[in-house]
């Protein structure tokens, strides 16, 4: 499931339910503020969205998809005795040959008395399907987070890379992270990197090789990242995209005839 995070500065308490009782919120629920806690720290994502199917010729590579809005130890103010509705996002599904990845949806904690509902938004923009012989694009996002584009399949090459975003630099606490979904290759090349850390390795994972195409598809495109973990990688030379396994990040596209990978489940942890 990649990298989670302990309890420092922040809360030395973990909310904890019936339903989700190790103190990470993996189903949605509720959790009564205590009486005496007016602050609480949010460590958090969005469902991933799932890698895009490749083409059936066999030709280019999907999209890989991008992953859900992640953020940590966002802290945010509550009223003691209050009740917190935690609603976690559902995965996007893969792919299906020829077809576009399915979206994740938004995870939202709502019950603050004084103020709306805290949205941790999906990607709007689904990975699309690998063409005759060009590779699909990677899944993306425009509006309410910000735009970000996913990687450009290739068009007689290997597929671009996906893009990072952060508010504003993904080394402060509190910041959020979005990442696209690197693009298919086309037929007989890669499919696109994932972004390039670079600096901010310490919190993220970034997959610096792409997925090898062939004669049976391009290499899929690999799917976002996050603080979490990695994204899934792509289908290989006519072999379908990986599931993503770290909370929130994108699934792999699909290489030839070969469906995209499922994104990564939603997630919350919430420190006081």
């Given at each position: 499931?990649?990298?989670?995070?302990?309890?420092?500065?922040?809360?030395?308490?973990?909310?904890?339910?019936?339903?989700?009782?190790?103190?990470?919120?993996?189903?949605?629920?509720?959790?009564?503020?205590?009486?005496?806690?007016?602050?609480?720290?949010?460590?958090?994502?969005?469902?991933?969205?799932?890698?895009?199917?490749?083409?059936?010729?066999?030709?280019?590579?999907?999209?890989?998809?991008?992953?859900?809005?992640?953020?940590?130890?966002?802290?945010?103010?509550?009223?003691?005795?209050?009740?917190?509705?935690?609603?976690?996002?559902?995965?996007?599904?893969?792919?299906a040959v020829n077809t576009?990845?399915?979206?994740?949806?938004?995870?939202?904690?709502?019950?603050f008395p004084n103020f709306?509902?805290?949205?941790?938004?999906?990607?709007?923009?689904?990975?699309?399907?690998?063409?005759a012989v060009n590779g699909?694009?990677?899944?993306?996002?425009?509006?309410?987070?910000?735009?970000?584009?996913?990687?450009?399949?290739?068009?007689?090459?290997?597929?671009?890379?996906?893009?990072?975003?952060?508010?504003?630099?993904?080394?402060?606490?509190?910041?959020?992270?979005?990442?696209?979904?690197?693009?298919?290759?086309?037929?007989?090349?890669?499919?696109?990197?994932?972004?390039?850390?670079?600096?901010?390795?310490?919190?993220?994972?970034?997959?610096?090789?792409?997925?090898?195409?062939?004669?049976?598809?391009?290499?899929?495109?690999?799917?976002?990242?996050?603080?979490?973990?990695?994204?899934?990688?792509?289908?290989?030379?006519?072999?379908?995209?990986?599931?993503?396994?770290?909370?929130?990040?994108?699934?792999?596209?699909?290489?030839?005839?070969?469906?995209?990978?499922?994104?990564?489940?939603?997630?919350?942890?919430?420190?006081?």
């Amino acid at each position: 499931m990649g990298r989670l995070f302990v309890a420092n500065k922040f809360g030395q308490r973990v909310a904890q339910t019936t339903l989700n009782p190790n103190g990470i919120f993996l189903v949605s629920d509720t959790w009564t503020v205590p009486s005496n806690v007016n602050t609480i720290w949010l460590t958090a994502c969005a469902a991933g969205s799932g890698g895009a199917g490749g083409n059936s010729t066999p030709g280019g590579g999907g999209g890989g998809g991008a992953n859900g809005a992640s953020l940590y130890e966002r802290e945010l103010t509550v009223t003691p005795n209050s009740l917190l509705t935690i609603t976690l996002g559902t995965p996007g599904l893969g792919g299906a040959v020829n077809t576009i990845g399915g979206l994740g949806t938004n995870t939202v904690i709502s019950g603050f008395p004084n103020f709306p509902p805290f949205t941790i938004y999906a990607a709007n923009v689904a990975a699309t399907a690998g063409l005759a012989v060009n590779g699909g694009t990677g899944g993306g996002f425009t509006t309410p987070v910000n735009a970000l584009a996913g990687g450009a399949g290739g068009v007689g090459s290997n597929g671009s890379q996906g893009a990072l975003l952060t508010s504003p630099a993904a080394t402060q606490i509190g910041d959020w992270i979005i990442a696209s979904g690197s693009g298919g290759g086309a037929l007989n090349f890669k499919g696109g990197i994932c972004f390039n850390a670079g600096n901010l390795s310490r919190y993220l994972y970034a997959i610096n090789i792409g997925a090898a195409g062939g004669a049976a598809g391009g290499g899929g495109g690999i799917g976002g990242a996050n603080w979490y973990g990695y994204g899934a990688f792509g289908g290989v030379n006519g072999l379908p995209g990986a599931n993503a396994t770290a909370y929130g990040t994108g699934g792999g596209g699909g290489s030839g005839n070969s469906a995209g990978g499922n994104g990564g489940n939603a997630m919350a942890i919430i420190r006081y």
